[in-house]
């Protein structure tokens, strides 16, 4: 008769994400430290990440590089993984934090690792960032307050991958009553309709506008198509009472202004 032999399961991977959201190869079954639950995920590990939380939650986040910035908001979406392999990875695909944020859910879905929970979470990020920049500027006077104005635009249009034309509708006060996109094209050129502009201009009971497109190419100078553009709307509102306060083209950490340049 044979000895008595003790069946015994084989461990579990600690660093196999139950939901699936990785696409990376999972790691090797590694043996549970003393103390370690089996399946959860090792304490170095989860030592990190306590680290990490607490670094960020003393100094906030302008001391920290960008991949560990990203780490920290996929700690939710990979919550047993090492996630800086994919962090950096993403920084390196995509340039820098913001560009990881603004790009499309097609785009970060290419990214090795990056599955649905991954790109969920970076998008609401995303979202609450535009929001809250957004807030900054809505229904308050514009003027008084440019360099938020610019911030908002940056955040909503610096990164987007194809030209997005939107105007801004100010009350007699100069107070924000609207932002509305007007149109979204190519990577180079996106339809502008002066006519539509200016009524909806009427509809809101605008007495004053500000145009915003960006230059996905990163590059702010004005087209000549852009300067023309322009012309037109002005010589429209001009004829209806609305002033164009401006005309602002989003680049890569830069804008031009139009009226600054002498082109309004």
């Known amino acids: 008769m044979t000895a008595n032999r003790t069946f015994q399961e084989p461990p579990l991977p600690l660093f196999l994400d139950p939901e699936g959201d990785s696409d990376e190869a999972p790691a090797q079954p590694v043996a549970a430290r003393p103390g370690e639950r089996r399946g959860a995920a090792p304490s170095y590990l989860a030592d990190h990440r306590a680290r990490l939380r607490e670094r960020f939650i003393a100094g906030g986040a302008d001391p920290m590089p960008d991949y560990e910035l990203l780490e920290l908001i996929l700690f939710r979406a990979i919550p047993r993984q090492d996630v800086k392999p994919l962090a950096r990875r993403l920084i390196d695909t995509f340039g820098d934090f913001s560009r990881v944020l603004s790009a499309t859910p097609a785009r970060l879905s290419s990214v090795p690792g990056a599955g649905p929970a991954v790109v969920t979470e970076l998008k609401i990020v995303a979202a609450a960032a535009n929001r809250l920049a957004r807030s900054r500027v809505m229904h308050r006077p514009v003027l008084s307050g440019w360099d938020a104005l610019l911030d908002y635009c940056h955040t909503a249009m610096s990164h987007a991958g194809t030209e997005e034309f939107r105007v ?32 909806r201009a009427l509809e809101l009971g605008a007495s004053a506008i500000i145009l915003v497109h960006n230059h996905p190419s990163g590059d702010p100078t004005p087209s000549q198509a852009d300067i023309t553009m322009t012309q037109r709307i002005q010589i429209g509102a001009d004829v209806m009472g609305i002033t164009v306060h401006d005309h602002l083209v989003i680049g890569a950490g830069r804008e031009v202004s139009f009226r600054r340049e002498g082109l309004l």
Request: charged share 30%.
């Open 168 to 199: 801004l509708f100010l009350d007699r006060k100069n107070v924000l009553i609207a932002d509305e996109p007007q149109g979204r094209g190519t990577v180079d050129h996106v339809p502008v309709y002066p006519r539509e502009i200016l009524r």
